[in-house]
């Protein structure tokens, strides 16, 4: 099958090699037992296999080809020799999450769209111990006079802030990865691994947000859950879906990520 021009995900070209290989990570391995999808066709391409872990840049049009073809049905992938574009991956993804944006929105604004409404659901299950903690890792000064609306309402604008938005990815969603046993080890989390193996999606979080997450583990759980499994096993039961959504959901998440850091690096060489 030929590979579909997609736009939308040519800065993948120059994103670090550690994003590629999170990605194709991803779409290559099955997080409950570290196997290789049955379904997927990237790790038996030759280019794949000559360049895979540390020359990524290399196959980046196979990587973005076997995302096209998740998003896809197979059949129909079949008779019309391609996947799907990114755009249309995306907003699968959110239309099954009931994620609200608008047909002329940019991909960037409906990733946002995306990972705002995951991190601010995970953001309602938090004790205030918990959010004391992520305030205070951003600097924010929290006073006894302050309710938990008000400090929910603190980190949501750390969201929604440009300058503070991509630190606040990296605390509550960061990169993705399909070490999801080593990660849950090493945070010594073991109730999270179902969560974890369930939405198919184990954070790599830096090593700052990994010291706030150890801090708040005692009191965190319910919201980590959220953010660490993406989608409960209930709520992909809730869903009709396949498991293709459980390598798009979090492949957009990851580049939605990706993209965000990408464009900082812009920013900051200006």
Known sequence: MSIKVDLDLEFLKEVPNEGLKKLADILVYDIKDGEKRRTQKLADKREFVNHYPDKLHDCVNEIIHELQLYGGDSIVNFFRGNGVSYREILTDVCDKQDIR???????????????????????????????????????????????????????????????????AYHTFISHGSCSADSYIQQLGWDTLKGAAVAGGFAPVVKAGASQLLKKAAGYIIPGVQVVLGLWTISDLTRMVTGPAFRVTAPSVLLIGVLREEYNQRNLNAK
């Open 101 to 167: 944006y608008k047909k002329t929105d940019t991909v960037a604004a409906i990733e946002f769209e995306l990972l705002r409404s995951v991190i601010f659901d995970s953001i309602d299950k938090y004790k205030e111990e918990a959010i004391d903690d992520v305030l205070e890792d951003f600097g924010v000064k929290v006073n006894s006079d302050m309710g938990m609306d008000e400090k929910k309402d603190c980190v949501k604008e750390l969201v929604n802030n440009p300058s503070t938005r991509l630190k």
